[in-house]
T-cell receptor, first 113, second 114 residues
Framework: DSGVTQTPKHLITATGQRVTLRCSPRSGDLSVYWYQQSLDQGLQFLIQYYNGEERAKGNILERFSAQQFPDLHSELNLSSLELGDSALYFC????????????FGDGTRLSIL | DQQVKQNSPSLSVQEGRISILNCDYTNSMFDYFLWYKKYPAEGPTFLISISSIKDKNEDGRFTVFLNKSAKHLSLHIVPSQPGDSAVYFCAASDTGAGSYQLTFGKGTKLSVIP
C-alpha cells in the first residue's frame, strides 16, 4: 500500500460529460502529480501541484483542469469528454516539490462510451 | 518524440537466473532515473533510483547501472523470482527544471518461469 488513495477506481460515462477524479496524497506529502496512461502508451505527465499551487504542466488538454485543496487532496476535472480520453489516470505524491521518489496510487480507470 | 525508450516489450527468464531490463534516453538534461514495477490493477511501485553522479546503485537483489555517455541504463535482478513477474517502467527526470515530473518508457513485461 503506497498510502496514496484514488477514487473512484472505475468510472464509466458518455461523451460530452464531465467527471472529477480525486486523490489523497500520502501523509506528509505536499506535492501531487497526475499522469495519464492510454492504451499502448507509457505514463504521460499531466500536471503537478505543490502545497496548493500549480508547479508544472505537461501535455494537459485545455478541457482538463486540476486543483489542490488546503488539506492537500487534489482533484482532476475532465470535461467535454471524448472517446480518446478513455485511460488510466494515476496520481502520485512526494514529500517536496522536487522530492523523489514519487509514490503512486492504484489509479482510476475511465471508460467513455 | 519518445525521450525514454524501453525497446523490449517483454522478457522471459528462468527462476534463479539474472533478469536484465534495458532503457535508453535521448534527453541529455535527464539527471535522475528510477525504475518502477507494476502489477495488474495496481499503481507503479518504486523499486530503485540512481542519480547521474553515480554509475551504479544496489538494493538487495536489484542493481541499476547508468552509462551516461551511451544514455543507457539497465536494471539487473539477481536471482529472479516468480514474484518479480510484472511490468517494469524506466523513468527519468530533469531535476534542474524544477518540477521533477517523470518521463516514462512504455514498459517491459518480465515473466519469471518457475
Amino acid at each position: 500500500d503506497s498510502g496514496v488513495t484514488q477514487t473512484p477506481k472505475h468510472l464509466i460515462t458518455a461523451t460530452g460529460q464531465r467527471v472529477t477524479l480525486r486523490c489523497s496524497p500520502r501523509s506528509g506529502d505536499l506535492s501531487v502529480y497526475w499522469y495519464q496512461q492510454s492504451l499502448d502508451q507509457g505514463l504521460q505527465f499531466l500536471i503537478q501541484y505543490y502545497n496548493g499551487e500549480e508547479r508544472a504542466k505537461g501535455n494537459i488538454l485545455e478541457r482538463f483542469s486540476a486543483q489542490q485543496f488546503p488539506d492537500l487532496h487534489s482533484e482532476l476535472n475532465l470535461s467535454s469528454l471524448e472517446l480518446g480520453d478513455s485511460a488510466l489516470y494515476f496520481c502520485a505524491s512526494s514529500v517536496a516539490a522536487g522530492g523523489q521518489p514519487q509514490h503512486f496510487g492504484d489509479g482510476t480507470r475511465l471508460s467513455i462510451l | 518524440d519518445q525521450q525514454v525508450k524501453q525497446n523490449s516489450p517483454s522478457l522471459s527468464v528462468q527462476e534463479g537466473r539474472i533478469s536484465i531490463l534495458n532503457c535508453d534516453y535521448t534527453n541529455s538534461m535527464f539527471d535522475y532515473f528510477l525504475w518502477y514495477k507494476k502489477y495488474p490493477a495496481e499503481g507503479p511501485t518504486f523499486l530503485i533510483s540512481i542519480s547521474s553522479i553515480k554509475d551504479k546503485n544496489e538494493d538487495g537483489r536489484f542493481t541499476v547501472f547508468l552509462n551516461k555517455s551511451a544514455k543507457h541504463l539497465s536494471l539487473h535482478i539477481v536471482p529472479s523470482q516468480p514474484g518479480d513477474s510484472a511490468v517494469y517502467f524506466c523513468a527519468a527526470s530533469d531535476t534542474g527544471a524544477g518540477s521533477y515530473q517523470l518521463t516514462f518508457g512504455k514498459g517491459t513485461k518480465l515473466s519469471v518461469i518457475p
